[in-house]
């Protein structure tokens, strides 16, 4: 089975900076998806990017980019520029080719303007 | 085009009763997944579902939880005889048929709070 672990239950980056989430993931597999979800306190789970396994380009979207370390299995989350907006739960997923999705434990980023 | 619509958004019940929670998924979609989420944690995985058929229920308690997704109509996730440890946020998500590269869509969850 899958695990995915996020090894900081809460950041806090200055508005306008930059911040890096960390995750790491076990697995046997070598063909696979990885994800961030963002959580605001709504509740709305939100994609905010993805990365799949075979390539080896770090996926960017806008002020978000990720940093895949394929060998290591690890996948962290950068964001640049930060916004108030940015404050949330934010969490790490795996999804394996049979469509399973396995999240981490979260990550609660806080913004101080 | 409709996201995944999630019913009711908020659910309130005794301990004893039963809690029947809806998903409706994305249209097009014909994959449904349901996770539940304790106050602080992630989402666990519970069940997943293709129409009139389940694929994984590896994370679904042996006792009181069952789901379907019937032919026609929503997937239906069911708590019989509720207890405090019930209360959590419950999401539905969905996805098309071969998982699709954009992970799944959620729907904004049911908060079932058990009293």
């Known amino acids: 089975a899958q695990t995915v672990t996020q090894s900081q239950p809460e950041m806090s980056v200055q508005e306008a900076e930059t911040v890096t989430l960390s995750c790491t993931y076990d697995t046997s597999e070598s063909d696979y998806y990885l994800f961030w979800y963002k959580q605001p306190p709504s509740r709305q789970m939100i994609l905010v990017i993805r990365?799949?396994?075979?390539?080896?380009q770090n996926a960017t979207e806008n002020r978000f980019s990720v940093n895949f370390q394929k060998a290591a299995k690890s996948f962290s989350l950068k964001i640049s520029d930060s916004q108030l907006g940015d404050a949330a739960m934010y969490f790490c997923?795996?999804?394996?080719?049979?469509?399973?999705?396995?999240f981490g434990g979260g990550t609660r980023l806080m913004v101080k303007p | 085009n409709a996201g995944v619509m999630q019913n009711p958004r908020h659910l309130v019940r005794r301990r004893g009763q039963e809690a029947r929670l809806r998903c409706s998924p994305m249209k097009g979609h014909s994959h449904v997944y349901w996770y539940r989420q304790l106050p602080e944690e992630g989402l666990k995985f519970m069940v997943y579902l293709q129409k009139e058929n389940i694929i994984d229920e590896s994370g679904m308690p042996k006792e009181r939880f069952s789901a379907e997704f019937p032919k026609e109509g929503p997937s239906i996730l069911r708590i019989q005889q509720v207890v405090r440890g019930d209360s959590a946020a419950y999401f539905c998500a969905s996805s098309p048929a071969w998982g699709g590269q954009d992970g799944y869509t959620f729907g904004s969850g049911t908060r079932l709070t058990v009293v």
């Open positions: 997923a795996y999804r394996n080719a049979g469509n399973m999705l396995t």
């Open positions: 990365q799949e396994a075979y390539k080896q």
